[in-house]
Protein backbone atom coordinates (compact mmCIF):
# COMPACT_ATOMS: atom_id res chain seq x y z
CA UNK A 1 0.00 0.00 0.00
CA UNK A 2 2.67 2.39 0.62
CA UNK A 3 5.84 1.93 -1.65
CA UNK A 4 8.61 3.91 -0.94
CA UNK A 5 11.25 3.20 -4.00
CA UNK A 6 14.75 4.89 -4.26
CA UNK A 7 13.58 8.01 -2.22
CA UNK A 8 16.17 10.59 -1.20
CA UNK A 9 15.94 14.11 1.23
CA UNK A 10 18.50 16.33 1.58
CA UNK A 11 19.15 19.39 3.77
CA UNK A 12 21.87 22.01 3.87
CA UNK A 13 23.54 23.58 6.65
CA UNK A 14 25.24 26.58 4.94
CA UNK A 15 27.36 24.73 2.50
CA UNK A 16 27.04 21.44 4.07
CA UNK A 17 24.73 19.12 2.84
CA UNK A 18 23.07 16.65 5.46
CA UNK A 19 21.28 13.18 4.00
CA UNK A 20 18.52 12.57 6.12
CA UNK A 21 17.15 9.80 3.76
CA UNK A 22 19.25 7.89 1.66
CA UNK A 23 18.11 5.93 -0.72
CA UNK A 24 15.46 4.38 0.95
CA UNK A 25 13.14 1.21 -0.57
CA UNK A 26 10.23 0.75 1.82
CA UNK A 27 7.14 -1.35 1.25
CA UNK A 28 4.54 -1.02 4.12
CA UNK A 29 0.90 -3.37 3.29
CA UNK A 30 -2.04 -2.62 4.84
CA UNK A 31 -2.79 -2.88 8.40
CA UNK A 32 0.56 -2.79 9.01
CA UNK A 33 2.08 -1.96 12.60
CA UNK A 34 5.39 -0.28 12.25
CA UNK A 35 7.55 1.48 14.20
CA UNK A 36 10.17 3.51 13.13
CA UNK A 37 13.73 3.52 15.59
CA UNK A 38 16.54 5.79 15.85
CA UNK A 39 18.82 8.51 17.41
CA UNK A 40 17.78 12.02 16.48
CA UNK A 41 18.91 12.96 13.12
CA UNK A 42 18.92 9.35 11.86
CA UNK A 43 15.78 10.28 9.17
CA UNK A 44 12.67 9.02 10.82
CA UNK A 45 11.23 12.18 11.15
CA UNK A 46 11.93 13.16 7.41
CA UNK A 47 10.41 9.41 6.75
CA UNK A 48 7.06 10.12 8.24
CA UNK A 49 7.35 14.03 6.94
CA UNK A 50 7.37 12.15 3.32
CA UNK A 51 5.02 9.22 3.75
CA UNK A 52 2.72 12.00 4.81
CA UNK A 53 3.00 14.59 2.23
CA UNK A 54 4.19 17.46 4.39
CA UNK A 55 7.72 17.52 2.67
CA UNK A 56 8.90 16.18 -0.72
CA UNK A 57 11.81 13.61 -1.85
CA UNK A 58 14.89 14.90 -3.82
CA UNK A 59 14.44 11.75 -5.80
CA UNK A 60 12.84 8.49 -5.96
CA UNK A 61 8.83 7.42 -5.85
CA UNK A 62 6.75 7.53 -3.60
CA UNK A 63 3.22 4.91 -4.42
CA UNK A 64 0.58 5.33 -2.49
CA UNK A 65 -2.48 2.82 -2.73
CA UNK A 66 -0.35 1.97 -6.26
CA UNK A 67 -0.59 5.06 -7.31
CA UNK A 68 2.59 7.78 -7.75
CA UNK A 69 1.82 10.69 -5.59
CA UNK A 70 5.13 12.42 -5.54
CA UNK A 71 4.48 14.73 -8.51
CA UNK A 72 0.95 16.01 -7.73
CA UNK A 73 -0.12 19.01 -7.00
CA UNK A 74 -0.30 20.72 -4.00
CA UNK A 75 -4.01 20.46 -3.37
CA UNK A 76 -3.90 16.73 -4.58
CA UNK A 77 -1.53 16.53 -1.84
CA UNK A 78 -3.70 18.39 0.51
CA UNK A 79 -7.15 15.94 -0.35
CA UNK A 80 -4.80 12.72 -0.02
CA UNK A 81 -3.82 14.13 3.70
CA UNK A 82 -7.12 15.22 4.30
CA UNK A 83 -8.89 11.70 3.28
CA UNK A 84 -6.12 9.36 3.91
CA UNK A 85 -3.31 9.67 6.31
CA UNK A 86 -4.16 10.92 10.16
CA UNK A 87 -1.61 12.97 12.16
CA UNK A 88 -0.53 12.26 15.57
CA UNK A 89 1.86 14.36 17.22
CA UNK A 90 3.76 14.17 20.14
CA UNK A 91 2.86 17.86 21.22
CA UNK A 92 -0.51 17.25 20.35
CA UNK A 93 -0.66 19.97 18.18
CA UNK A 94 -4.56 21.19 19.31
CA UNK A 95 -5.97 24.92 18.76
CA UNK A 96 -5.81 26.42 21.66
CA UNK A 97 -9.11 28.85 21.09
CA UNK A 98 -10.89 25.80 19.82
CA UNK A 99 -13.00 22.87 22.14
CA UNK A 100 -12.54 19.34 21.65
CA UNK A 101 -15.23 18.68 19.68
CA UNK A 102 -14.34 21.73 17.43
CA UNK A 103 -10.82 20.44 17.10
CA UNK A 104 -11.81 17.30 16.80
CA UNK A 105 -14.38 18.82 13.79
CA UNK A 106 -11.24 20.50 11.90
CA UNK A 107 -10.97 17.85 9.61
CA UNK A 108 -14.09 17.48 8.40
CA UNK A 109 -14.73 21.11 7.86
CA UNK A 110 -11.59 21.35 5.42
CA UNK A 111 -13.20 18.62 3.74
CA UNK A 112 -16.54 20.66 2.83
CA UNK A 113 -18.91 18.14 4.99
CA UNK A 114 -22.11 19.89 5.96
CA UNK A 115 -22.76 20.79 9.78
CA UNK A 116 -25.32 18.37 10.45
CA UNK A 117 -23.23 15.17 9.04
CA UNK A 118 -20.24 16.47 10.81
CA UNK A 119 -22.33 17.12 14.48
CA UNK A 120 -22.83 13.26 14.33
CA UNK A 121 -19.40 12.15 13.00
CA UNK A 122 -18.06 14.56 15.79
CA UNK A 123 -20.53 13.21 18.77
CA UNK A 124 -19.32 9.33 17.72
CA UNK A 125 -15.71 9.85 17.67
CA UNK A 126 -15.68 11.88 21.25
CA UNK A 127 -17.94 8.69 22.61
CA UNK A 128 -15.31 6.29 21.13
CA UNK A 129 -12.69 7.77 23.01
CA UNK A 130 -14.45 8.40 25.99
CA UNK A 131 -14.25 12.48 25.56
CA UNK A 132 -18.43 13.39 25.89
CA UNK A 133 -18.26 14.92 29.05
CA UNK A 134 -15.23 17.15 28.12
CA UNK A 135 -16.79 17.47 24.51
CA UNK A 136 -16.63 21.57 25.08
CA UNK A 137 -13.52 22.00 27.28
CA UNK A 138 -10.36 24.07 25.17
CA UNK A 139 -7.16 21.77 25.37
CA UNK A 140 -5.78 23.75 28.46
CA UNK A 141 -8.82 22.41 30.60
CA UNK A 142 -7.69 18.93 29.70
CA UNK A 143 -5.21 16.25 30.78
CA UNK A 144 -2.27 15.29 28.74
CA UNK A 145 -4.17 11.99 28.19
CA UNK A 146 -7.10 13.71 26.90
CA UNK A 147 -5.60 15.91 24.76
CA UNK A 148 -3.83 13.15 22.76
CA UNK A 149 -6.87 11.36 23.07
CA UNK A 150 -8.56 14.77 21.29
CA UNK A 151 -5.59 14.67 18.28
CA UNK A 152 -5.72 10.71 17.73
CA UNK A 153 -10.17 11.30 17.45
CA UNK A 154 -9.21 14.29 15.24
CA UNK A 155 -6.45 12.42 13.32
CA UNK A 156 -9.36 9.22 12.86
CA UNK A 157 -12.30 11.21 12.15
CA UNK A 158 -12.05 11.46 9.04
CA UNK A 159 -11.34 7.34 8.59
CA UNK A 160 -8.08 7.67 7.19
CA UNK A 161 -6.30 4.47 5.92
CA UNK A 162 -2.68 5.63 7.46
CA UNK A 163 -1.77 6.70 11.09
CA UNK A 164 1.44 8.44 11.38
CA UNK A 165 2.54 8.71 14.83
CA UNK A 166 5.43 11.13 15.83
CA UNK A 167 6.73 10.11 19.08
CA UNK A 168 2.68 9.98 20.17
CA UNK A 169 3.51 9.26 24.42
CA UNK A 170 6.68 11.32 24.27
CA UNK A 171 4.77 14.15 26.25
CA UNK A 172 2.67 11.63 28.55
CA UNK A 173 3.58 9.58 31.26
CA UNK A 174 4.65 6.05 31.27
CA UNK A 175 0.67 4.86 31.72
CA UNK A 176 -1.49 7.24 30.08
CA UNK A 177 1.59 6.56 27.08
CA UNK A 178 0.51 2.73 27.55
CA UNK A 179 -3.58 3.54 27.54
CA UNK A 180 -2.96 5.87 24.10
CA UNK A 181 -0.78 3.22 22.40
CA UNK A 182 -4.06 0.77 23.10
CA UNK A 183 -6.01 3.41 21.25
CA UNK A 184 -3.74 3.47 18.33
CA UNK A 185 -3.13 -0.19 18.04
CA UNK A 186 -7.08 -0.56 18.60
CA UNK A 187 -7.39 1.44 14.91
CA UNK A 188 -4.62 -0.40 13.66
CA UNK A 189 -6.54 -3.63 14.56
CA UNK A 190 -9.70 -2.70 12.88
CA UNK A 191 -7.27 -2.47 9.42
CA UNK A 192 -5.56 1.17 10.05
CA UNK A 193 -1.86 1.20 8.74
CA UNK A 194 -0.29 2.81 12.07
CA UNK A 195 3.66 3.79 11.92
CA UNK A 196 4.78 5.06 14.90
CA UNK A 197 8.33 7.42 15.09
CA UNK A 198 9.98 6.73 18.82
CA UNK A 199 12.93 6.46 19.84
CA UNK A 200 11.88 4.67 23.16
CA UNK A 201 12.48 1.15 22.80
CA UNK A 202 9.88 -0.43 24.67
CA UNK A 203 7.17 1.23 22.63
CA UNK A 204 8.94 0.56 19.49
CA UNK A 205 9.36 -3.37 20.12
CA UNK A 206 4.78 -3.06 20.11
CA UNK A 207 5.18 -3.31 16.71
CA UNK A 208 4.55 -5.71 14.34
CA UNK A 209 7.55 -4.73 12.09
CA UNK A 210 10.06 -2.62 13.65
CA UNK A 211 12.39 -0.36 11.46
CA UNK A 212 15.57 0.68 12.72
CA UNK A 213 17.11 3.75 10.89
CA UNK A 214 20.61 5.62 10.79
CA UNK A 215 22.21 8.41 9.18
CA UNK A 216 19.06 8.20 6.93
CA UNK A 217 19.41 4.49 5.62
CA UNK A 218 17.57 1.64 7.06
CA UNK A 219 19.68 -0.40 9.26
CA UNK A 220 17.48 -3.01 10.14
CA UNK A 221 13.49 -3.93 9.43
CA UNK A 222 12.79 -6.95 11.47
CA UNK A 223 8.89 -8.59 11.47
CA UNK A 224 7.46 -10.51 14.31
CA UNK A 225 4.32 -11.86 15.70
CA UNK A 226 3.19 -10.13 18.66
CA UNK A 227 -0.29 -11.72 19.17
CA UNK B 1 -13.62 24.07 2.65
CA UNK B 2 -16.96 25.82 2.18
CA UNK B 3 -17.50 29.94 1.69
CA UNK B 4 -19.54 29.79 5.17
CA UNK B 5 -17.10 27.20 6.83
CA UNK B 6 -14.75 29.90 5.52
CA UNK B 7 -16.33 32.60 7.22
CA UNK B 8 -17.68 31.09 9.93
CA UNK B 9 -14.25 29.44 11.32
CA UNK B 10 -12.71 33.06 10.49
CA UNK B 11 -15.40 34.62 12.54
CA UNK B 12 -14.67 32.21 15.78
CA UNK B 13 -11.42 33.50 15.41
CA UNK B 14 -11.91 36.64 15.17
CA UNK B 15 -14.29 36.57 18.46
CA UNK B 16 -11.63 34.67 19.95
CA UNK B 17 -8.96 36.99 20.11
CA UNK B 18 -11.09 39.57 21.43
CA UNK B 19 -8.87 42.71 22.59
CA UNK B 20 -6.85 41.89 19.39
CA UNK B 21 -9.85 42.47 17.47
CA UNK B 22 -11.06 44.76 19.65
CA UNK B 23 -8.28 46.94 18.96
CA UNK B 24 -8.49 46.60 15.32
CA UNK B 25 -12.23 47.35 14.67
CA UNK B 26 -12.00 50.01 17.02
CA UNK B 27 -8.81 51.73 14.84
CA UNK B 28 -11.20 51.28 11.30
CA UNK B 29 -14.40 52.59 13.39
CA UNK B 30 -12.67 55.41 14.24
CA UNK B 31 -11.53 56.08 10.92
CA UNK B 32 -14.55 55.45 9.51
CA UNK B 33 -16.17 57.85 11.96
CA UNK B 34 -14.12 60.31 11.35
CA UNK B 35 -15.35 60.52 7.39
CA UNK B 36 -18.39 60.19 8.64
CA UNK B 37 -18.36 63.39 11.28
CA UNK B 38 -16.06 65.58 9.10
CA UNK B 39 -18.57 65.26 6.14
CA UNK B 40 -20.86 65.96 8.52
CA UNK B 41 -19.82 68.74 9.44
CA UNK B 42 -18.45 70.15 6.25
CA UNK B 43 -21.39 69.45 4.27
CA UNK B 44 -23.77 71.03 7.16
CA UNK B 45 -21.75 73.61 7.05
CA UNK B 46 -21.98 74.28 3.28
CA UNK B 47 -26.02 73.55 3.81
CA UNK B 48 -26.01 76.26 6.39
CA UNK B 49 -24.62 78.84 4.18
CA UNK B 50 -26.87 78.00 1.04
CA UNK B 51 -29.90 78.17 3.24
CA UNK B 52 -28.75 81.54 4.79
CA UNK B 53 -27.69 82.95 0.98
CA UNK B 54 -31.15 80.77 0.07
CA UNK B 55 -33.20 82.31 2.77
CA UNK B 56 -32.22 85.91 2.06
CA UNK B 57 -34.49 86.17 -0.91
CA UNK B 58 -35.42 84.15 -4.14
CA UNK B 59 -33.82 85.50 -7.97
CA UNK B 60 -32.48 88.16 -5.69
CA UNK B 61 -29.62 90.66 -7.50
CA UNK B 62 -27.80 92.74 -5.30
CA UNK B 63 -26.76 96.08 -6.65
CA UNK B 64 -23.39 97.61 -5.38
CA UNK B 65 -21.50 100.92 -6.00
CA UNK B 66 -18.09 100.48 -7.46
CA UNK B 67 -16.64 97.61 -9.36
CA UNK B 68 -15.40 94.41 -7.99
CA UNK B 69 -12.42 94.61 -10.64
CA UNK B 70 -11.13 97.67 -8.63
CA UNK B 71 -12.77 97.31 -5.26
CA UNK B 72 -12.25 93.62 -4.51
CA UNK B 73 -14.82 91.05 -4.03
CA UNK B 74 -17.02 93.19 -1.62
CA UNK B 75 -16.77 96.62 -3.21
CA UNK B 76 -17.77 99.87 -1.59
CA UNK B 77 -18.71 97.26 1.62
CA UNK B 78 -14.47 97.48 2.67
CA UNK B 79 -13.52 101.00 1.09
CA UNK B 80 -16.34 102.66 1.92
CA UNK B 81 -15.99 105.13 -0.95
CA UNK B 82 -16.50 104.48 -4.55
CA UNK B 83 -16.61 107.01 -7.29
CA UNK B 84 -20.08 107.70 -7.52
CA UNK B 85 -22.83 106.79 -5.72
CA UNK B 86 -25.52 104.71 -6.03
CA UNK B 87 -28.81 106.75 -5.57
CA UNK B 88 -32.50 106.83 -5.08
CA UNK B 89 -32.91 107.79 -8.45
CA UNK B 90 -30.84 104.71 -9.81
CA UNK B 91 -32.79 102.46 -7.28
CA UNK B 92 -36.27 103.95 -9.27
CA UNK B 93 -34.64 103.39 -12.36
CA UNK B 94 -34.50 99.53 -11.97
CA UNK B 95 -37.69 99.51 -10.90
CA UNK B 96 -38.67 100.06 -14.33
CA UNK B 97 -36.88 97.47 -15.75
CA UNK B 98 -38.80 94.78 -17.48
CA UNK B 99 -37.61 91.91 -15.64
CA UNK B 100 -37.65 93.60 -12.46
CA UNK B 101 -40.64 92.45 -10.03
CA UNK B 102 -39.46 94.84 -7.17
CA UNK B 103 -36.69 96.97 -5.61
CA UNK B 104 -35.63 97.49 -1.97
CA UNK B 105 -32.75 100.36 -1.70
CA UNK B 106 -30.95 99.83 1.60
CA UNK B 107 -28.88 102.10 4.00
CA UNK B 108 -27.35 101.09 7.17
CA UNK B 109 -26.05 102.53 9.78
CA UNK B 110 -26.73 102.82 14.04
CA UNK B 111 -28.68 105.17 16.11
CA UNK B 112 -29.78 105.22 19.81
CA UNK B 113 -33.68 103.70 20.18
CA UNK B 114 -34.84 105.49 23.58
CA UNK B 115 -38.41 104.40 24.71
CA UNK B 116 -40.23 103.93 27.72
CA UNK B 117 -36.48 104.70 29.60
CA UNK B 118 -34.58 102.40 28.18
CA UNK B 119 -31.84 103.51 25.73
CA UNK B 120 -29.47 101.15 23.42
CA UNK B 121 -27.50 101.18 20.54
CA UNK B 122 -29.38 99.19 17.49
CA UNK B 123 -28.63 98.91 13.90
CA UNK B 124 -30.65 100.96 11.81
CA UNK B 125 -31.98 99.74 8.10
CA UNK B 126 -33.21 102.20 5.50
CA UNK B 127 -35.21 101.00 2.88
CA UNK B 128 -38.86 100.69 1.46
CA UNK B 129 -41.62 98.75 2.00
CA UNK B 130 -40.57 95.86 -0.58
CA UNK B 131 -37.54 94.95 1.69
CA UNK B 132 -40.11 92.72 3.60
CA UNK B 133 -40.92 90.27 0.46
CA UNK B 134 -37.61 90.66 -1.22
CA UNK B 135 -36.19 89.58 1.92
CA UNK B 136 -38.71 86.87 2.94
CA UNK B 137 -39.12 88.72 6.23
CA UNK B 138 -42.21 87.80 7.95
CA UNK B 139 -44.04 90.68 10.42
CA UNK B 140 -45.47 89.43 13.46
CA UNK B 141 -47.61 92.36 14.76
CA UNK B 142 -48.97 95.61 12.57
CA UNK B 143 -48.33 97.03 8.99
CA UNK B 144 -44.79 97.57 7.50
CA UNK B 145 -43.34 100.95 6.31
CA UNK B 146 -46.19 102.65 3.62
CA UNK B 147 -45.44 101.82 -0.16
CA UNK B 148 -43.46 104.26 -2.09
CA UNK B 149 -40.68 106.23 -0.42
CA UNK B 150 -42.31 106.82 3.80
CA UNK B 151 -43.36 110.23 4.24
CA UNK B 152 -44.69 108.91 7.76
CA UNK B 153 -41.86 108.70 10.66
CA UNK B 154 -42.47 104.99 10.68
CA UNK B 155 -40.64 102.36 12.61
CA UNK B 156 -40.95 98.55 12.50
CA UNK B 157 -39.21 96.90 15.13
CA UNK B 158 -37.32 93.52 15.49
CA UNK B 159 -38.77 91.15 17.67
CA UNK B 160 -36.38 91.40 20.58
CA UNK B 161 -36.35 94.83 20.68
CA UNK B 162 -40.37 95.22 21.04
CA UNK B 163 -40.11 92.78 23.69
CA UNK B 164 -37.07 94.58 25.14
CA UNK B 165 -38.70 97.97 25.40
CA UNK B 166 -42.37 96.90 25.48
CA UNK B 167 -42.25 93.97 27.84
CA UNK B 168 -45.82 94.73 29.45
CA UNK B 169 -47.58 96.11 26.24
CA UNK B 170 -48.28 95.97 22.92
CA UNK B 171 -45.24 97.77 20.91
CA UNK B 172 -47.78 98.68 18.06
CA UNK B 173 -48.70 102.53 18.31
CA UNK B 174 -45.87 103.41 21.12
CA UNK B 175 -43.85 106.27 19.99
CA UNK B 176 -40.14 105.82 19.99
CA UNK B 177 -36.68 107.89 19.83
CA UNK B 178 -34.64 106.84 17.12
CA UNK B 179 -31.31 109.00 16.91
CA UNK B 180 -32.87 112.64 17.29
CA UNK B 181 -36.05 112.03 15.72
CA UNK B 182 -39.30 110.41 16.56
CA UNK B 183 -40.89 107.30 15.17
CA UNK B 184 -44.48 105.43 15.51
CA UNK B 185 -44.11 101.83 16.11
CA UNK B 186 -46.07 100.42 13.06
CA UNK B 187 -44.93 97.16 12.80
CA UNK B 188 -43.05 94.62 15.01
CA UNK B 189 -40.69 91.50 12.86
CA UNK B 190 -41.82 87.58 13.55
CA UNK B 191 -38.46 86.59 15.16
CA UNK B 192 -36.20 85.09 12.56
CA UNK B 193 -32.72 85.05 14.53
CA UNK B 194 -29.35 85.39 12.43
CA UNK B 195 -29.25 85.79 8.62
CA UNK B 196 -26.06 87.19 6.78
CA UNK B 197 -24.44 88.70 9.36
CA UNK B 198 -26.50 90.44 11.46
CA UNK B 199 -29.55 89.45 14.22
CA UNK B 200 -32.74 90.37 12.27
CA UNK B 201 -34.37 90.33 15.58
CA UNK B 202 -32.24 93.09 16.94
CA UNK B 203 -32.65 95.67 13.66
CA UNK B 204 -34.70 98.93 12.97
CA UNK B 205 -36.56 99.24 9.47
CA UNK B 206 -37.39 102.94 8.72
CA UNK B 207 -38.16 104.52 5.76
CA UNK B 208 -34.94 105.53 3.54
CA UNK B 209 -35.36 108.94 3.42
CA UNK B 210 -35.50 109.07 6.93
CA UNK B 211 -32.08 106.97 7.04
CA UNK B 212 -30.76 108.63 4.46
CA UNK B 213 -31.82 112.19 6.54
CA UNK B 214 -30.51 110.61 9.46
CA UNK B 215 -26.92 109.39 8.26
CA UNK B 216 -26.71 112.14 6.35
CA UNK B 217 -26.26 110.96 2.84
CA UNK B 218 -27.69 110.73 -0.26
CA UNK B 219 -25.79 107.46 -1.37
CA UNK B 220 -27.08 103.49 -0.78
CA UNK B 221 -25.21 101.21 0.72
CA UNK B 222 -26.77 98.50 -1.75
CA UNK B 223 -29.99 98.10 -4.33
CA UNK B 224 -31.83 94.32 -3.78
CA UNK B 225 -33.71 93.81 -7.04
CA UNK B 226 -35.54 90.83 -7.33
CA UNK B 227 -35.87 89.45 -10.98
CA UNK B 228 -39.48 88.19 -12.05
CA UNK B 229 -38.08 84.53 -12.62
CA UNK B 230 -35.54 83.05 -12.70
CA UNK B 231 -34.60 82.91 -16.45
CA UNK B 232 -34.91 86.74 -16.09
CA UNK B 233 -31.81 86.94 -13.72
CA UNK B 234 -29.15 87.24 -16.34
CA UNK B 235 -31.37 89.67 -18.35
CA UNK B 236 -31.96 91.46 -15.21
CA UNK B 237 -28.51 92.18 -14.33
CA UNK B 238 -27.64 93.09 -18.15
CA UNK B 239 -30.63 95.48 -17.86
CA UNK B 240 -29.44 96.65 -14.39
CA UNK B 241 -25.40 97.27 -16.09
CA UNK B 242 -26.88 98.51 -18.81
CA UNK B 243 -29.13 101.50 -16.72
CA UNK B 244 -26.93 102.51 -14.63
CA UNK B 245 -23.91 102.94 -17.33
CA UNK B 246 -26.30 104.92 -18.98
CA UNK B 247 -27.20 106.93 -15.85
CA UNK B 248 -23.05 107.25 -14.55
CA UNK B 249 -22.61 109.24 -17.78
CA UNK B 250 -21.63 105.62 -19.74
CA UNK B 251 -19.28 104.27 -16.64
CA UNK B 252 -19.56 100.86 -15.35
CA UNK B 253 -18.99 101.35 -11.84
CA UNK B 254 -21.36 99.27 -10.12
CA UNK B 255 -21.28 95.72 -9.25
CA UNK B 256 -24.33 93.28 -9.13
CA UNK B 257 -24.19 89.50 -7.31
CA UNK B 258 -26.90 87.19 -8.34
CA UNK B 259 -27.82 85.00 -5.55
CA UNK B 260 -27.64 82.06 -7.98
CA UNK B 261 -23.52 83.10 -8.52
CA UNK B 262 -23.14 83.60 -4.84
CA UNK B 263 -24.86 80.08 -4.06
CA UNK B 264 -22.79 78.81 -6.86
CA UNK B 265 -19.38 79.61 -5.39
CA UNK B 266 -19.86 79.11 -1.60
CA UNK B 267 -21.38 75.72 -2.67
CA UNK B 268 -18.37 74.93 -4.79
CA UNK B 269 -15.86 76.15 -2.10
CA UNK B 270 -17.35 74.37 0.54
CA UNK B 271 -18.14 71.03 -1.19
CA UNK B 272 -14.32 70.89 -1.90
CA UNK B 273 -13.82 72.11 1.68
CA UNK B 274 -16.00 68.91 2.89
CA UNK B 275 -13.71 66.57 -0.10
CA UNK B 276 -10.70 67.70 1.94
CA UNK B 277 -11.79 67.13 5.22
CA UNK B 278 -13.13 63.60 4.11
CA UNK B 279 -9.73 63.29 1.89
CA UNK B 280 -8.15 63.88 5.77
CA UNK B 281 -10.12 61.59 7.41
CA UNK B 282 -9.48 58.94 5.16
CA UNK B 283 -5.49 59.22 6.12
CA UNK B 284 -6.75 57.70 9.23
CA UNK B 285 -8.26 54.65 7.71
CA UNK B 286 -5.16 54.05 5.70
CA UNK B 287 -3.45 54.16 8.84
CA UNK B 288 -6.19 51.76 10.35
CA UNK B 289 -5.07 49.43 7.08
CA UNK B 290 -1.69 49.31 8.39
CA UNK B 291 -2.27 48.25 11.83
CA UNK B 292 -4.47 45.28 10.45
CA UNK B 293 -1.36 44.14 8.49
CA UNK B 294 1.02 44.52 11.17
CA UNK B 295 -1.55 42.90 13.65
CA UNK B 296 -2.49 40.40 10.89
CA UNK B 297 1.47 39.21 10.03
CA UNK B 298 2.22 39.02 14.31
CA UNK B 299 -1.04 36.74 14.07
CA UNK B 300 0.62 34.41 11.34
CA UNK B 301 3.65 34.69 13.15
CA UNK B 302 1.94 33.42 16.54
CA UNK B 303 -0.14 31.08 14.66
CA UNK B 304 2.20 29.12 12.96
CA UNK B 305 2.34 26.02 14.38
CA UNK B 306 -1.66 26.20 13.54
CA UNK B 307 -1.05 26.88 10.03
CA UNK B 308 1.30 23.71 9.74
CA UNK B 309 -1.14 21.44 11.65
CA UNK B 310 -3.96 22.72 9.53
CA UNK B 311 -1.80 21.78 6.19
CA UNK B 312 -1.47 18.29 8.01
CA UNK B 313 -4.73 17.27 8.35
CA UNK B 314 -5.61 18.62 4.58
CA UNK B 315 -5.77 22.63 4.50
CA UNK B 316 -4.74 23.60 0.94
CA UNK B 317 -2.80 27.30 0.35
CA UNK B 318 -6.17 28.35 -0.67
CA UNK B 319 -7.73 27.04 2.35
CA UNK B 320 -5.61 28.95 4.63
CA UNK B 321 -5.33 32.30 2.70
CA UNK B 322 -8.95 32.51 2.90
CA UNK B 323 -8.94 31.86 6.36
CA UNK B 324 -7.09 35.17 6.89
CA UNK B 325 -8.33 36.61 4.04
CA UNK B 326 -11.76 36.19 5.97
CA UNK B 327 -10.24 37.25 9.14
CA UNK B 328 -9.44 40.68 7.95
CA UNK B 329 -12.86 41.36 6.01
CA UNK B 330 -14.73 40.55 9.21
CA UNK B 331 -12.38 43.21 11.24
CA UNK B 332 -13.13 45.49 8.52
CA UNK B 333 -16.65 45.05 7.69
CA UNK B 334 -17.64 45.05 11.83
CA UNK B 335 -15.00 47.81 12.01
CA UNK B 336 -16.69 50.14 9.35
CA UNK B 337 -20.29 48.98 10.54
CA UNK B 338 -19.52 50.00 13.81
CA UNK B 339 -17.34 53.36 12.36
CA UNK B 340 -20.39 54.26 10.72
CA UNK B 341 -22.91 53.97 13.25
CA UNK B 342 -20.30 55.98 15.59
CA UNK B 343 -20.34 58.75 12.49
CA UNK B 344 -24.06 58.97 12.61
CA UNK B 345 -24.32 59.53 16.84
CA UNK B 346 -21.24 61.95 16.35
CA UNK B 347 -23.19 63.42 13.65
CA UNK B 348 -26.04 63.60 16.06
CA UNK B 349 -24.50 64.95 18.45
CA UNK B 350 -23.53 68.17 16.30
CA UNK B 351 -26.99 68.45 15.42
CA UNK B 352 -27.63 68.66 19.21
CA UNK B 353 -25.22 71.13 20.10
CA UNK B 354 -25.67 72.92 16.79
CA UNK B 355 -29.05 72.87 16.35
CA UNK B 356 -28.84 75.62 13.31
CA UNK B 357 -25.93 73.15 11.33
CA UNK B 358 -27.90 70.54 9.23
CA UNK B 359 -24.95 67.99 9.86
CA UNK B 360 -25.67 65.32 8.00
CA UNK B 361 -23.14 62.85 6.67
CA UNK B 362 -23.97 62.58 2.66
CA UNK B 363 -24.83 59.29 1.44
CA UNK B 364 -21.76 59.30 -1.14
CA UNK B 365 -19.62 60.05 2.48
CA UNK B 366 -20.58 57.21 4.15
CA UNK B 367 -20.48 54.59 1.48
CA UNK B 368 -17.22 55.41 0.79
CA UNK B 369 -15.82 55.22 4.10
CA UNK B 370 -17.06 51.82 4.80
CA UNK B 371 -15.87 50.72 1.08
CA UNK B 372 -12.65 52.29 1.82
CA UNK B 373 -12.41 50.81 5.31
CA UNK B 374 -13.32 47.78 3.94
CA UNK B 375 -10.60 48.12 0.46
CA UNK B 376 -7.70 49.09 3.07
CA UNK B 377 -8.50 46.43 5.15
CA UNK B 378 -8.76 43.40 2.93
CA UNK B 379 -5.68 44.62 1.06
CA UNK B 380 -3.60 45.18 4.14
CA UNK B 381 -4.79 41.40 4.83
CA UNK B 382 -2.94 40.13 1.48
CA UNK B 383 0.29 39.87 2.84
CA UNK B 384 -0.57 37.99 5.66
CA UNK B 385 -2.65 35.61 4.44
CA UNK B 386 -0.39 35.16 1.31
CA UNK B 387 2.28 34.60 3.72
CA UNK B 388 0.47 32.42 5.81
CA UNK B 389 -0.35 30.35 2.77
CA UNK B 390 3.48 30.09 1.80
CA UNK B 391 4.31 28.70 5.01
CA UNK B 392 6.02 25.41 4.95
CA UNK B 393 3.97 22.65 7.03
CA UNK B 394 7.20 20.89 8.27
CA UNK B 395 8.83 24.14 9.90
CA UNK B 396 5.13 25.41 10.66
CA UNK B 397 4.79 22.27 12.77
CA UNK B 398 7.99 22.88 13.94
CA UNK B 399 7.79 26.15 15.86
CA UNK B 400 6.56 25.89 19.15
Known amino acids: ?30 GEYVSVMGPSGSGKSTLLNIIGLLDKPD ?45 IELPLILS ?46 MQPSVILADEPTGNLDHQIGAEVMLLL ?43 | MTLTDTLQTSFKTVVSYRIRSLLIILAMALGVAAVVVLTALGDG ?20 PGRAETAGAFPGAILGQTPRDLTLKDAQLLGRLPQVRRYAPLNVGAAELSAANRLREVTVLG ?74 DEIVIIPIDYAQAMFNTTSLFRILVEAKSHSEIDPAKQ ?3 AVLKQSHDGEEDITVITQDAILTTFDRILQALTLAVAGIAAISLIVAGILVMNVMLVAVSQRTAEIGLLKAIGATSTDIRRLFFAEAVWLSLVGAMLGFLLGQFGSLLLRLIYPQLPAWAPAWASIAGIIVALATGILASLLPASRAARLDAVKALGKK
Request: proline fraction near 3%; hydrophobic fraction near 40%; charge should be positive.
Open chain 1, 185 to 227: ENLCKTGTTLIVVTHDRELGARAHRQIAMRDGKILTDHTHDTD
Open chain 2, 127 to 200: SNANLIPIRHMKLAQGSFLAHGFGHSAQIVLGAKLANDFFPRSQAIGQRVRLGDKRFLVSGVLAAQGEAMGYNT
Open chain 1, 59 to 103: SGLYELDNKPITDLSETEQAQIRREKIGFVFQSFHLVPRLTAAEN
Open chain 2, 45 to 64: ARRYVINQFSSIGTNLLIVL
Open chain 1, 112 to 157: GMPPAQRQIRVNDALQAFELTPRAQHRPAELSGGQRQRVAIARATI
Open chain 2, 239 to 241: GIL
Open chain 1, 1 to 30: MIRLTAISRTFYMGDQAVYALNDINLHIAS
